[in-house]
Nanobody, 126 residues
Framework: QVQLVESGGGSVQAGGSLRLSCAPS????????MGWFRQAPGKGREGVAG???????SYPDSVKGRFTISQDNTERTLYLQMNSLKPEDTAMYYC????????????????????WGQGTQVTVSS
């Protein structure tokens, strides 16, 4: 069973930065996409960064230019570098792995069957 463990969340002031990590284990799939999602209290889940099987990255307009997704191909660890954080970025952040994924954009990935981590909290104060 795939396991995903997120880390790196915390509290930061507006304008600050955080780097989230997601360490996957027991991954036997040869092709998969991965992504970062967030959910704030009372709001729906939002995809904030995705990386496809070819390494193509995608972001919604709300974080484009501020967030960067990357992956260590040796350890398969997924990262999310978040800069210029805003109070509206406050949420629980989750990483997910989508096996056999043909999606190229994070908005598509959220509709797929996937494995999810437990989340890490990010709080941005003004």
């Amino acid at each position: 069973q795939v396991q995903l463990v997120e880390s790196g969340g915390g509290s930061v002031q507006a304008g600050g930065s955080l780097r989230l990590s997601c360490a996957p284990s027991e991954v036997t799939y040869s092709d998969y996409c991965m992504g970062w999602f967030r959910q704030a209290p009372g709001k729906g889940r939002e995809g904030v960064a995705g990386i496809g099987t070819s390494g193509t990255t995608s972001y919604p307009d709300s974080v484009k230019g501020r967030f960067t997704i990357s992956q260590d191909n040796t350890e398969r660890t997924l990262y999310l570098q978040m800069n210029s954080l805003k109070p509206e970025d406050t949420a629980m952040y989750y990483c997910a792995l989508f096996p056999g994924c043909a999606a190229t954009h994070i908005t598509e990935m959220g509709r797929l069957f996937g494995h999810w981590g437990q989340g890490t909290q990010v709080t941005v104060s003004s």
